[in-house]
């Protein structure tokens, strides 16, 4: 009887597993973003409070450059502390010269 449980508890281990494959391909597909794509946009959040522009286009270029972050950039950027860790490090002046590439 004991076989046939640790067997019945793998099986469903394993169902478990592919269901969680296949809900990030879909999240994926649906184009979820990544933590760094996060970071983007708190990154055009924190340019607008400084009274910057950020087009469509700054941000999608932002987001597209972290479509494929390794995963030391993915830890990195789950490990950033938001807005906190922003207005720390950066100045709005900061922004505008590399986030806005010169700012609008």
Known sequence: MQAEQRERVRWTAAR???HGVLAGLMAAAAGCSN???QVCLEM???AEECGLTVSNDALSACRENYTDAGEEEI???QDWDG???LREWWTCDDVAENF???GS
Do not use: E, F, I
């Open 75 to 77: 830890k990195q950027c």
């Open 83 to 85: 807005s906190a860790d």
């Open 100 to 102: 806005l590439d010169g």
């Open 44 to 46: 055009a959040s924190y």
């Open 35 to 37: 933590p760094c794509q």
């Open 16 to 18: 478990r597993a592919a």
